[in-house]
C-alpha cells in the first residue's frame, strides 16, 4: 500500500509538471492531466487488488473442495473397512443407504457430506466457513463411531 501512495505521489509530481513545449501559464491544465493520471493508476491498482482478491477467493473455494472430496473418499475406506465397500456401480446417492445401515444414528451427518461431496463432483464450489465447520464436526462423529464399532468387532454387511 505504501508502495502504491509513493507511486501515485510520483505520478502526480510529474504529470503536474511542465513538459518541453507546454505552456508554463497553465497550471489548471497540469492540475487536471495529473490529476487524471492518477484517477486513472488509482482505478489500475483496485481493479488488479480486486482481481488477487477473487483469485484468493477461488483459491480457497477449491481448497474446500478438495477436502470435501478427501472426507467422502475416507468415510468410502472406513466404511469398506466395517466391512460395506462402496460398490463401484453404485452413485454416491445410491449408496447412502449403504451408509445409514453401516453408521446407525448417523443419517444427518451422512446426507450433508454426500451432498457437498456431490455438490463439489458436479462443479459447485463451497462458499462458507460455516459450511466446512459443519462437515468437518459431522465426519469427526462418524470416524469416532467407526473407530467405536471397529473396537467392537462389529463390521457390518451391506444388508444390515
Known sequence: MVLLFRWAGRVWREAG???????????????????????HALQEALSAMANRIASLRHRGSLAKAARIRRI????????????????????????????????????????????????????????????MQALERAWGRLQAQGERLMRAGEPRSPMG
Not at 18 to 37: F, H, K, M, Q
Not at 113 to 122: G, H, K, L, P, Q
Open 17 to 39: 509538471a511542465p513538459r518541453a513545449g507546454e505552456d508554463e501559464r497553465s497550471p489548471l491544465a497540469n492540475t487536471l492531466a495529473a490529476g487524471s493520471a492518477l484517477r
Open 72 to 131: 467422502y473418499a475416507e468415510l468410502v475406506e472406513l466404511s469398506a473397512a466395517l466391512g460395506s465397500p462402496r460398490p463401484e456401480e453404485d452413485t454416491p446417492l445410491e449408496f447412502l443407504p449403504t451408509l445409514a445401515r453401516c453408521f446407525p444414528g448417523g443419517g444427518a451427518d451422512l446426507t450433508a457430506i454426500t451432498s457437498a461431496y456431490n455438490r463439489v463432483r458436479y462443479g459447485e464450489l463451497p462458499q462458507s466457513a460455516a459450511e
